[in-house]
DNA sequence: TTGTAGGCGTTATCAA
DNA sequence: TTGATAACGCCTACAA
């Protein structure tokens, strides 16, 4: 500064006034030490051509020798950039969901972002607040599980313009970008090959409908399979609950016992439903497929290797997170939004499903 | 300031030179607002208690009105903490690990920490890598199950001064606050109780042991069990793979196939390779448990309703992620720190073991 | 290719 | 109880 007096900064005493110091090595340290300007420490590790191979060498060996890596925080704060993605999922106690991320943190690592996670429990209410803790972190994609949230998590999304996707379920018309497969088609094909096979009544064991898109569209799926034979699922055979063995168990007796016709077909929401259906049939003497065929979803390694074996459904989970990743990275990319990626549900025909021998 | 001239800087024009302005709400504009200084903002929400309740009002009705929330960048910069902890786990794709990331991260989350999580896909490089981004994330405390890492994985956090836990294994004498259970004992339990039924003849189907202190520690408390009782594992009866019903079924048509004397009690490394041994024994038909005792290890929800129902062990892994995640509270809050926290595999005895027959 | 310096959004120190 | 202001660690527009 050329001004020929003292600026009142400069008259003080060199001592500052107060300084907090963390004590930690920090990006001055290693200029100093290389004999650089900050400016070009950073440029070794964020545009590493615009230095040169001298240059570059001599800051590597500095922050090595002082044993320094950039600071996230400072990072994100001055770049504006927090390499931070959320993925919100129901609950990680589902191998459906845990493989969704696992897939989808791989993807994302690759690319140098970090994964940070968020677990709805199924409570609207938990998704919004875990949305609002990622936009704190400055969430730069976000994605997650269904699309039945409050308008007002999306709308956050959309106010702090960060770009996201909705997985485990595709929708056609739907307003946001679908990673995932079609539930009300897959459980179409399911009762379509039920149909095939003669049956004409049908129970349907699955997760609670509540706050779940994909339930309901599996739900959905089985009815417009049935309307399309002229046929429906009795209020009394349609059962919701948790997605366990005993729920499974649960059902069957319950419907066994109930008076009425008895179905000949009975839908599961899942795997460990279907397993209980599965297993209380054999305690009730119930002969699979013959009395009662029946159906699982997600295709558990076990599922192929009980007796009698499940028919079932299978969808790659893993791919489905790699895929959102994928988008989301091309969102940041800047490239063309596409509307999203389906995924398809392969139907396993196998021991559990037969003929209608009624 | 009193000072009669201006100072440069008052000198200059008003529009400073380069101004990057990011567009987004910030606490400036809160205070502003408010009509109060930055720092009240601030206090409102890190010391309530310091402020008045017409000002704290005041400022949360501006905060509402502008949507804005603290920025975590900023807030990690200014106040050198970060709200992170980091889990590293082998893989998200084992049940055993996403229900302790479950628990850890209820956990930490009802203390406003958000759990950042890091797969080392079961490789000590991987492991080294994921910790080194952890620090550079400002992490504040770490959990890492196992213990068979790098000695220098275990210095650089303590280096950086990063409370620690290892979870999933507990062991007397282990140089690390351990939360998890004994594998050793667990499986000399195992193998006790399967010398209790008559047994002396055993086979052992276990995960690869390379880089994994959990299986090691389970084949030593096999052996020390045997030794015990003057007995050993031959080499050709102890088989190493990947944890699936597939490996189960080889290791069994490998070991019925095989010359010499068949072992009459066999020991899995987890349920999954359980599974498949019995369901080869179904095919092979050799008889569960008569001729031959199987054992799994976790207690799946499936492990008690397949026929024969597996006998196995029980440990609560998201009770260990739960502790583990207080035992890292209590280090930051400074409180004295134990050494750990044991929890109890408990052995599940169902039909697949029985009396040695032979 | 390299250096200078101001700013990213918040907290913490000190004074009022 | 409140306000002014200097850090916190890094990036980047601009100048050299």
Redesign the pocket.
Known sequence: MPDSFDTPDAARPPI???????G?T???DVAKLAG?????V??V??EPD???A??RERVEHAALALNWF??AA??A????RSHIAGFIIPTLDDQVFASQVSGMQAAFAARDITLVLGCSNYDPAQAIVQVRAMLARGVEAMAIVGEAHPAELFAALQLYRVPYAVTYAYREGSQHHCIGFDNRAAYAEITEHLIGLGHRSFAVCIQPTRDNDRVQARIAGIRSALERHGLAVRPEHLLEGESTIGFGRRCLRSIWQSLGERPSALICGNDHIAFGVLREAEELGIEIPDELSVTGFDDLAIAKEIRPALTTMRVDTAEIGRLAAQHLLDALDGKRPQHGHEVHALLQVRQSTGPCLR
């Open positions: 500052s006034r107060s300084r907090r110091n963390t930690r920090v990006l001055s650089v300007s900050t400016a070009t950073s440029r590790y964020n615009k230095v040169s001298t240059v950039p600071n400072g990072r704060l001055a770049s504006t």
